[in-house]
C-alpha cells in the first residue's frame, strides 16, 4: 500500500495552484457577482496543457494520469469552482467518452483540438424530462441518407452555446429503451441547433450552463459513436468517470473553504485571543480536516483505479456521494467560523458555500450515487 | 544562443527570520521558492531562446533539496538543470558563490550570455552576478531590463534612477535582470512532465574543478557582524478626508516638521 503521491502528480498541484491563485483569483468574485463566462482562462488553461491533461500526447494530451487530473480539479476548485465545472465536463464527460469510443478518425478530428485546448466540450444527456432517469429521454435521431436528424431540447448544458464540440444522447429506436439509446459528436454550427435560455444560478456562477435546442439538427453517420442502441452504456461509463471531476471538485471546494477559516481563525481575535485557540473552534477546524482528508483518499483512491484499468464505478460513486456532502458540511462551517463575516460577500466563503451545493446534484444526485453503490453491493 | 541562467533557491517571506546566536537565515519552516529576479531572468533567457534558438541551461548552487527550485525553472521552459551540490560549498558567501557557479560555467564551455536576478531576496547582496564577470574575465551588464539581440551583437537597456542607459555589447557576457514589464511565464503540464521525470545531474566540487581555498567557508573572506531587521520608527499616520483636505492637512505636518 502507498498513499504518497508522485513527484510528478505533486509538481502538477504546484503548477496548477500557482496558475489558479495568479490568473483566477483575481476576478472570481467579480465573475461570480456578474454570472461572466470567460472563455480566454479556457484558451490560457489550453495552452499550459491543462484541457487534455489525462490523454495520451499523439492525440493532444498531457500524458498525464486520472490522478493528477483529480488533483487539477481540485486545486482549480479550491479557487474558482466555475471554472473547474468548465473543465471536468470537457474533459470527462466530452473528450472522454470520444478518447474511449470514438474511432481513430473521430479521436484526430475532434479528440485532439479538445484535449489541446482549442476546443471546447460539452455533454448532452440530462432533459425537462430526464434527470435521474436517463431512459425516459425524449430526444430523437432518425437516419436520413449519410446523416442523422436530431430533434429534442437538453438542458443545464454546462459549456451549452460555448462549446464547438458536444456529445450528444438520443434515442434511436423508441421501442428498445435504454438500448434504444445512441451517442453522437455534436458541432457547434450545425444546421438546426441553436441555443436557448442561460441558466441563473446559486453558485458555479462564471460557469454557463444553457438549453441546448436541436430541431432536425445535421449530424453526419459518421458522427456517431459506437453504434447505434451504444448510448446508454456510453453514458453510463462515462458518468462513472465524470464523478471523479466533481469528487475532486468538492474537496477542493471543501479544501478551499478550510484554508480561508484556518487562516481567519488564527487573525480574529476574541475575548482577548484568537479564535482558533477557542476549543469551540479549534475541534470544528480539526473536524473539517478530518473530513476533506477522507474525501481526498476516496477520491484519489477512484482516480487511482481508474488510471489503473481497475474497476472505479462504485469507488467514484462513493467518492461523489461522501465528498459533496463533506462540501456542504464544511462550507456551512467554514461560513460558521467567519460568523457574521462569513455571510458577507466581503469574504469567499459564502461563494464556497453556494458552490458546493451543486456536488451534491450534478453528473448524478447523492440519491443516484446510492443506487450506483446499492446496486454494485447488493449485486 | 547557449545561455546559463543563475538561480537560488529563499525562503518565502518577505520578512526573513535571522537567528539571533548565528547571524544566518532561520530557513525551517518556511518554504522556498526560486528567487523571483530570478525568474525574472529566466523569462528573459526563454524569450531570447524562442525568439534565436539556442538552449537555456539553469544552475544552482546549494543542499540536495535545492533540485526543487531548478524542476521549477524545467516547468517554465528551460531545456537542462544542473545542481551543483558539495559539502565543500557549505558557507559560501558571494565570492566564493560567484567562483563556484563560474567554475560550472566554465565547464560547460561555449556559453554566450550568463544570466542573473540582479539580487536575491534574502541577501540582498547584488554582487554574484558582477563577481561571476570578474571569475570568468568577461563582461557586464547590470539592471538590464531589455535585450535585442541582431545576430552579433546585443543592445540592452540597464536601469538608472533616471531613465535608462541605452547599451551594446558582445557576447560572452553576464548579464543582471531587474523586475521584466511581463510576468515570468507560468509552467506548463508539458514542462512539469518532463521537470519531475528528468534526473537532474548534480555537480561536486570536484566535477568542476574547485580549489578547496577559494570555495565554501574556506574561500568566504566576507564576517556578518550582525544582520538583524530594523525596527520600525515611529508610527504611521493615515490621513482621513478627501483629498484636497488630506493633502492640506499633509501639507502643514510637513511644514510643521520642517520637512517642507
Not at chain 1, 29 to 57: A, H, Q, T, W
Not at chain 1, 180 to 192: D, Y
Amino acid at each position: 500500500m502507498n498513499f504518497t503521491v508522485s513527484p510528478e502528480n505533486e509538481g502538477i498541484r504546484k503548477m496548477v495552484r500557482e496558475f489558479a491563485e495568479k490568473k483566477l483569483a483575481p476576478t472570481i468574485v467579480e465573475r461570480d457577482e456578474k454570472e461572466l463566462f470567460d472563455r480566454s482562462i479556457f484558451d490560457e488553461m489550453g495552452k499550459l496543457g491543462l484541457m487534455g491533461l489525462p490523454y495520451p500526447e499523439k492525440y493532444g494530451g498531457g500524458g498525464m494520469d486520472f490522478v493528477a487530473y483529480a488533483i487539477a480539479i481540485e486545486e482549480i476548485s479550491r479557487v474558482d469552482a466555475s471554472t473547474s465545472i468548465g473543465m471536468s465536463v470537457h474533459t470527462s464527460l466530452c473528450s472522454w467518452p470520444i478518447y474511449k469510443y470514438g474511432t481513430e478518425e473521430q479521436k484526430q478530428k475532434y479528440l485532439v483540438p479538445l484535449a489541446q485546448g482549442i476546443k471546447l466540450g460539452a455533454f448532452g444527456l440530462t432533459e425537462p424530462n430526464a434527470g435521474t432517469d436517463v431512459g425516459n429521454a425524449s430526444t430523437f435521431a432518425v437516419k436520413e441518407g449519410d446523416s442523422y436528424l436530431i430533434t429534442g431540447t437538453k438542458v443545464f448544458n454546462t459549456n451549452g452555446g460555448e462549446a464547438e464540440v458536444e456529445v450528444v444522447f438520443t434515442k434511436t429506436n423508441k421501442e428498445a429503451g435504454l438500448k434504444g439509446m445512441s451517442a453522437f459528436i455534436v458541432e457547434k454550427g450545425s444546421p438546426g441547433l441553436s441555443f436557448g435560455k442561460k441558466e441563473t444560478k446559486m453558485g458555479i456562477r462564471a460557469a454557463v450552463q444553457r438549453e441546448v435546442i436541436m430541431v432536425n439538427a445535421k449530424t453526419p453517420a459518421s458522427n456517431i459513436l459506437g453504434k447505434e442502441g451504444d448510448g446508454f452504456r456510453i453514458a453510463m461509463t462515462t458518468l462513472d468517470g465524470g464523478r471523479i471531476g466533481i469528487a475532486a471538485q468538492a474537496v477542493g471546494i471543501a479544501q478551499g473553504a478550510l484554508d480561508h477559516a484556518i487562516k481567519y481563525a488564527k487573525q480574529r481575535v476574541q475575548f482577548g485571543k484568537p479564535i482558533a485557540t477557542q476549543q469551540g473552534i479549534s475541534f470544528m477546524l480539526a473536524n473539517m480536516a478530518t473530513k476533506v482528508e477522507a474525501a481526498r483518499l476516496m477520491t484519489y483512491r477512484a482516480a487511482f483505479n481508474k488510471s489503473n484499468d481497475l474497476p472505479y464505478s462504485k469507488e467514484a460513486a462513493m467518492a461523489k456521494l461522501f465528498a459533496s456532502d463533506v462540501a456542504m458540511s464544511v462550507t456551512t462551517d467554514a461560513v460558521q467560523v467567519f460568523g457574521g463575516y462569513g455571510y458577507s460577500r466581503e469574504y469567499p466563503v459564502e461563494r464556497l458555500m453556494r458552490d458546493a451545493k451543486i456536488t451534491q446534484i450534478y453528473e448524478g444526485t447523492s440519491e443516484a450515487m446510492r443506487m450506483v453503490i446499492a446496486g454494485s453491493i447488493l449485486r | 544562443m547557449e545561455i546559463v541562467v543563475c538561480v537560488k533557491q529563499v525562503p518565502d517571506t518577505t520578512e526573513v527570520k535571522i537567528d539571533p546566536v548565528t547571524n544566518t537565515l532561520v530557513r525551517e519552516g518556511v518554504p522556498s521558492i526560486v528567487n523571483p529576479f530570478d525568474k525574472y531572468a529566466l523569462e528573459m533567457a526563454l524569450q531570447l531562446r524562442d525568439k534565436h534558438g539556442g538552449k537555456v541551461t539553469v544552475i544552482s548552487m546549494g543542499p540536495p533539496q535545492a533540485v526543487a527550485a531548478l524542476r521549477e525553472c524545467i516547468a517554465m521552459g528551460a531545456d537542462e538543470a544542473v545542481l551543483l551540490s558539495d559539502r565543500a560549498f557549505a558557507g559560501s558567501d558571494t565570492l566564493a558563490t560567484s567562483y563556484t557557479l563560474s567554475q560550472a560555467v566554465r565547464k560547460m564551455g561555449n556559453v554566450d550570455l550568463v544570466i542573473c536576478g540582479k539580487q536575491a531576496i534574502d541577501g540582498d547582496t547584488a554582487q554574484v552576478g558582477p563577481e561571476m564577470a570578474e571569475h570568468l574575465g568577461i563582461g557586464q551588464l547590470t539592471y538590464v531590463s531589455t535585450i535585442e539581440f541582431d545576430g552579433e551583437k546585443l543592445i540592452a537597456h540597464r536601469e538608472q534612477d533616471e531613465g535608462y542607459d541605452v547599451i551594446e555589447a558582445k557576447a560572452p557576457l553576464v548579464v543582471t535582470i531587474i523586475k521584466l514589464a511581463m510576468d515570468p511565464r507560468l509552467p506548463t503540464v508539458k514542462g512539469t512532465a518532463k521537470a519531475y521525470r528528468m534526473e537532474v545531474p548534480v555537480w561536486t566540487a570536484a566535477d568542476i574543478a574547485i580549489d578547496p581555498k577559494l570555495a565554501g567557508l574556506e574561500g568566504s573572506p566576507t564576517l556578518v557582524k550582525r544582520i538583524f531587521t530594523p525596527e520600525r520608527r515611529g508610527k504611521g499616520e493615515i490621513i482621513q478626508g478627501d483629498s484636497k483636505e488630506a493633502v492640506d492637512a499633509l501639507v502643514d505636518k510637513l511644514r510643521q516638521a520642517k520637512i517642507l
